[in-house]
T-cell receptor
Framework: GAVVSQHPSRVICKSGTSVKIECRSL??????MFWYRQFPKKSLMLMAT?????????EQGVEKDKFLINHASLTLSTLTVTSAHPEDSSFYIC??????????FGPGTRLTVT | GEDVEQSLFLSVREGDSSVINCTYT??????LYWYKQEPGAGLQLLTY?????DMKQDQRLTVLLNKKDKHLSLRIADTQTGDSAIYFC??????????FGTGTRLLVSP
């Protein structure tokens, strides 16, 4: 099956710094990638949808200047959390979709902001 | 609305059947999915059902869809301890967006 990786799997950063999370589709070309956020013991919340080569579409309530998304190639999307604060601590999961409707999920990145 | 609701917790004994329920609100959903999430991990697609189907069986998994009541269920036969995880239902809205349920934590005891 299709494989999606995320890097890093865990990151701890200081408040006020920025952190970048990578999402890669390893064996297929992902025309669309999605970024989700999951709070402890909660469901996944879609943050944004990105199509290769175009600007991301953000969900209502998600600050586009805080969560910068880049989808520069068909196998890589990045999420940069800028000027991170403790309330940004969360589990961030990406998914990727190729030619079919199915979304393949990455293993997630746990961000802790101290 | 986009609320997809699930019961929070289910506890069963090994070998029993588990039934996880989900209620969704958007009647225009095309596909409905069941995902499994193990601790600290991403989501694994278990199965899905197209909105014009009533039932789908895949080995130990049976999905039932009642479109009139917007009710979806996942039955796991002969539940094993390795099935302990959080299970999410999700509905596909339009072409792109998945809306996830609140998740059901399944605990299987020996």
């Amino acid at each position: 099956g299709a494989v999606v990786s995320q890097h890093p799997s865990r990151v701890i950063c200081k408040s006020g710094t920025s952190v970048k999370i990578e999402c890669r589709s390893l064996d297929f070309q992902a025309t669309t990638m999605f970024w989700y956020r999951q709070f402890p013991k909660k469901s996944l919340m879609l943050m944004a949808t990105s199509n290769e080569g175009s600007k991301a579409t953000y969900e209502q309530g998600v600050e586009k200047d805080k969560f910068l998304i880049n989808h520069a190639s068909l196998t890589l999307s990045t999420l940069t959390v800028t000027s991170a604060h403790p309330e940004d601590s969360s589990f961030y999961i990406c998914s990727a979709r190729g030619r079919t409707d199915e979304q393949y999920f990455g293993p997630g990145t746990r961000l802790t902001v101290t | 609305g986009e609320d997809v609701e699930q019961s929070l917790f289910l506890s069963v004994r090994e070998g029993d059947s588990s039934v996880i329920n989900c209620t969704y609100t958007d009647s225009s959903s095309t596909y409905l999915y069941w995902y499994k999430q193990e601790p600290g991990a991403g989501l694994q697609l278990l199965t899905y059902i197209f909105s014009n189907m009533d039932m789908k069986q895949d080995q130990r998994l049976t999905v039932l869809l009642n479109k009139k009541d917007k009710h979806l269920s996942l039955r796991i036969a002969d539940t094993q301890t390795g099935d302990s995880a959080i299970y999410f239902c999700a509905e596909a809205l339009g072409f792109q967006k998945l809306v996830f349920g609140t998740g059901t934590r399944l605990l299987v005891s020996p």
